[in-house]
């Protein structure tokens, strides 16, 4: 089901809301019941009020509950980090990323910056590795610019800062030496830009052969920039078992054709 789908779904007037209809489209997304009623209200607060019943014709009729960062079930020290950066509330992309997200499916992303993107995919990251940092490198974002790879790096600083889980950033223009230190110095999360980090791949100064979460940040951009060709060779490097999220706010061919490639039964979600 698609973004439209779900918007048509809270057009409907109360007497067609369905059960069925709410069920179908809510399903493929992976909502449980109560975060598909939040959806309603966030999108359609003029009909449907946070806390309350949610109009479904039928038997059931469900009480929506506050839609806060506690509904994910994220580890406290995850949740203290949000609290820190004083997110009030989960966006719409974080709503709709991370549940799909936290259970491991691969993800396509239609979305720009500023819509939470970062957080909806470095919370699930943190969860992720929260119980085993293992001092290996887990996950690998790729990003077009040093200006967004250092912001996720911050992003994941910020938001992991009382959990024990290391990251660093890798890009052109500054010591690679100094990055060679931190790379040994045992991180789980680098954020990186695909020409410095294919530089440390040559030279045997990076290991990806742990990595279980890819995410290709602006993939559009990358694109546009001609990275896509290095953004194929390091995905060579990384193990073929793993969950791969791709965002972007445009869906050139390329980006499409790499989607295509890369990602295992997406979950496809869309946001403005
Ligand atoms: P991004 O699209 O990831 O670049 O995020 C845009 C901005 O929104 C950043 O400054 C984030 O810190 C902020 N942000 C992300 N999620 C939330 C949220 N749930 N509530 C308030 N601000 C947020």
Partial sequence: PSHLSFQKLAQENSANLTESKFNAVFAAWHFRREQACEMLCLYQPQRFEMGSNIPIAGKYKDKGTKMSFQKFELHEKILAGVQMLGYQKPTPIQLQAIPPVMEGRDLMGLAQTGTGKTAAFVLPILQRFMEKPLGRIRALIIA?????????????????????????????????????????????????????????????????????????????????????????????????????????????????????????????????
């Avoid at 911050?154 to 990055?179: D, F, M, P, W």
């Avoid at 030279?203 to 001609?226: C, K, N, P, Q, Y």
């Avoid at 953004?231 to 193990?239: C, E, G, K, Q, S």
């Fill in 144 to 272: 077009p610019t040093r200006e967004l790879s250092e912001q996720t790096h911050e992003a994941i600083k910020q938001l992991g800062r009382k959990t024990k889980l290391r990251s660093a950033a890798v890009y052109g223009g500054v010591s690679i030496h100094n990055q060679i230190n931190r790379l040994r110095g045992n991180v789980e999360i680098v954020s990186a830009c695909p020409g410095r980090l294919l530089d440390h791949i040559e030279r045997g100064t990076i290991d990806l052969s742990h990595v279980e979460v890819l995410v290709l940040d602006e993939a559009d951009h990358m694109f546009d920039m001609g990275f896509l060709p290095d953004v194929r060779r390091i995905v060579n490097h990384l193990p073929q078992k793993r969950q791969t999220l791709l965002f972007s706010a445009t869906m050139p061919d390329d980006v499409k054709s790499l989607a295509m490639d890369l990602l295992r039964n997406p979950v496809n979600i869309q946001i403005g």
